[in-house]
């Protein structure tokens, strides 16, 4: 199980997912105010190790009893781990979204730049709009 990252430390993409960066090894998931937004989740679609994604490509989906959402990369890279654990416990995106609710590890290209991320002022702003 992974330790809960601080979501003050986190970049955040337009679409809802969060990065933390170690050492070029992306580790993504969706935050909180996604999942409450999504509500009584009920699938999630999880890539290939291996697969190469593009930032912003859709690299899996996660239903809820409301909607289909895509899961977007928000870097470019390899992924070289998903959390199969999840997709079996989704009630972790509920307690744990920024830890246990981990979603893919990537393998960040050498020349990536994470310039189209959010940090956690600018997301939540964004949050704020989007729900007026």
Partial sequence: MSAS????QLKYAKTHEWV??????????ISAFAVEALTDLVYMELPEVG?????GE??????????????????????????????????RLNSDPYGAGWI???RVN???????????KAYEKQCA????
């Fill in 20 to 29: 933390a960066l170690d050492e070029g090894i992306a580790t993504v998931g």
């Fill in 110 to 120: 050498a020349d990536e730049k994470l310039a189209g991320l959010m940090d956690r």
């Fill in 129 to 132: 709009e989007a729900e007026h």
């Fill in 5 to 8: 990252r601080d979501p003050n």
């Fill in 104 to 106: 893919v590890r990537i």
């Fill in 58 to 91: 859709a690299f899996g989906e996660i239903e809820s009893v409301k909607a289909v959402s895509d899961l977007y990369s928000p870097v470019s890279g390899e992924v070289i781990a998903v959390n199969e654990d999840l997709a079996a416990h989704l009630e």
């Fill in 51 to 55: 697969r190469q994604l593009a930032a």
